[in-house]
């Protein structure tokens, strides 16, 4: 094997990588959230709290690897780095916990899984993603992000039969029930998630065209959310109970969520898109669905349904196809340049955003 095709392999399995560390700090934080929600945390605060600690954790890298970069920003910068902040953390997050507090952690975490078709079509809309029909590779993406979609509808509206890991005594403690008009309302919170995640993968996309400095980018849009997310709150709830913070899981949280979840994730994402665009990030969702519905199960004794096994499996089948179809299609484009002549660069967002 030649030293051009290791290091290509080298680079896709870093950004599979990454991806996988993304999907284990996104259950983690479920998890957490899914229990100080249901003990009356009030969400934004929590969110308030989490930016202002994600924007802190960044800020080291951005004024040590990005120094210069405030000469860049342009208030066209500033106009996209709010719109950013608003659809990606104060919207997309804020509908989210509303939705997660309202049904559970797995429910909730499969209405995630639409975002790789929404955010598909999005990109075919504004023209960052081909379709390619006529490929043999755009039809795989089709196709996989058809199997995905449909796994996570499958593992959503099919219960099937009840599966118990462990021993239920042991999770009485920590087990959560919720009503069926908080689990209608809580969906219509985690579609409109849904929507909003979706946009946020397009407006970072072209974000990082006219300011490519990620750290910058994610520390000025914590700290632009943590003001949009102060606002509403403030409106909503200014009882001082509401805001307090005590030595607690809610606090765990908070710098979880801010430091993993919010800080290294949207760093993670945000260096994917630049080298894989804005559809390959959310494809790999489907592997957080898997996670937290078993971490569920053990941790606060839900039931594991049959639905959600064979959503599993066929959101597997669309996630590989899916990246298949999309590797192949990189090769392709790269290919065909390299034939032209004209100069490769397969790390800007330019590149990766035409495959």
Same mark, same amino acid.
């Given at each position: 094997?030649?030293?051009?095709?290791?290091?290509?392999?080298? $680079?896709?399995?870093?950004?599979?990588?990454?991806?996988?560390?993304?999907?284990?700090?996104?259950?983690?934080?479920?998890?957490?959230?899914?229990?100080?929600?249901?003990?009356?945390?009030?969400?934004?605060?929590?969110?308030?709290?989490?930016?202002?600690?994600?924007?802190?954790?960044?800020?080291?890298?951005?004024?040590?690897?990005?120094?210069?970069?405030?000469?860049?920003?342009?208030?066209?910068?500033?106009?996209?780095?709010?719109?950013? $902040?608003?659809?990606?953390?104060?919207?997309?997050?804020?509908?989210?916990?509303?939705?997660?507090?309202?049904?559970?952690?797995? %429910?909730?975490?499969?209405?995630?899984?639409?975002?790789?078709?929404?955010?598909? =079509?999005?990109?075919?809309?504004? #023209?960052?993603?081909?379709?390619?029909?006529?490929?043999?590779?755009?039809?795989?993406?089709?196709?996989?992000?058809?199997?995905?979609?449909?796994?996570?509808?499958?593992?959503?509206?099919?219960?099937?039969?009840?599966?118990?890991?462990?021993?239920?005594?042991?999770?009485?403690? =920590?087990?959560?029930?919720?009503?069926? $008009?908080?689990?209608?309302?809580?969906?219509?919170?985690?579609?409109?998630?849904?929507?909003?995640? *979706?946009?946020?993968?397009?407006?970072?996309?072209?974000?990082?065209?006219?300011?490519?400095?990620?750290?910058?980018?994610?520390?000025?849009?914590?700290?632009?959310?943590?003001?949009? *997310?102060? =606002?509403?709150?403030?409106?909503?709830?200014?009882?001082?109970?509401?805001?307090?913070?005590?030595?607690?899981?809610?606090?765990?949280?908070?710098?979880?969520?801010?430091?993993?979840?919010?800080?290294?994730?949207?760093?993670?994402?945000?260096?994917?898109?630049?080298?894989?665009?804005?559809? %390959?990030?959310?494809?790999?969702?489907?592997?957080?669905?898997?996670?937290?519905?078993?971490?569920?199960?053990?941790?606060?004794?839900?039931?594991?349904?049959?639905?959600?096994?064979?959503?599993?499996?066929?959101?597997? =089948?669309?996630?590989?196809?899916?990246?298949?179809?999309?590797?192949?299609?990189?090769?392709?484009?790269?290919?065909?340049?390299?034939?032209? #002549?004209?100069?490769?660069?397969?790390?800007?967002?330019?590149?990766?955003?035409?495959?």
């Amino acid at each position: 094997m030649g030293m051009g095709k290791v290091k290509k392999l080298f $680079a896709s399995s870093e950004v599979a990588m990454a991806m996988l560390l993304v999907q284990i700090f996104t259950t983690g934080l479920q998890i957490l959230s899914r229990v100080i929600l249901s003990q009356g945390t009030f969400i934004f605060a929590l969110m308030t709290y989490r930016n202002v600690v994600s924007a802190i954790c960044v800020a080291p890298f951005a004024f040590y690897f990005e120094r210069e970069i405030t000469k860049k920003l342009s208030w066209s910068v500033w106009f996209w780095l709010f719109l950013s $902040a608003l659809t990606g953390i104060s919207m997309a997050m804020g509908l989210f916990y509303y939705g997660l507090r309202d049904t559970n952690a797995t %429910y909730a975490i499969s209405f995630l899984n639409l975002i790789p078709m929404v955010t598909f =079509v999005f990109s075919v809309i504004t #023209g960052i993603e081909k379709l390619g029909l006529n490929t043999k590779a755009g039809k795989m993406k089709i196709l996989g992000a058809t199997f995905s979609v449909a796994g996570a509808l499958i593992a959503c509206l099919y219960e099937g039969k009840a599966l118990h890991i462990g021993h239920q005594g042991l999770h009485h403690s =920590v087990a959560l029930k919720t009503s069926m $008009a908080h689990w209608v309302q809580g969906t219509f919170m985690l579609v409109g998630c849904c929507l909003s995640y *979706s946009v946020w993968f397009v407006v970072q996309a072209q974000l990082l065209k006219i300011f490519p400095s990620k750290y910058w980018a994610i520390m000025l849009a914590c700290i632009i959310a943590s003001m949009q *997310s102060a =606002v509403i709150g403030l409106c909503l709830n200014r009882q001082k109970a509401a805001w307090s913070l005590g030595w607690n899981l809610q606090l765990i949280t908070i710098f979880y969520s801010g430091a993993l979840a919010t800080a290294a994730t949207f760093c993670l994402i945000s260096w994917v898109i630049a080298i894989r665009g804005p559809v %390959y990030a959310p494809m790999f969702n489907p592997l957080s669905l898997i996670f937290v519905s078993i971490l569920e199960a053990l941790i606060l004794g839900a039931e594991l349904r049959l639905g959600m096994l064979l959503g599993t499996i066929l959101i597997i =089948v669309g996630l590989y196809s899916f990246l298949w179809g999309k590797r192949k299609e990189m090769k392709s484009l790269l290919q065909a340049k390299n034939d032209t #002549g004209s100069v490769v660069v397969p790390t800007t967002t330019d590149e990766s955003a035409v495959v």
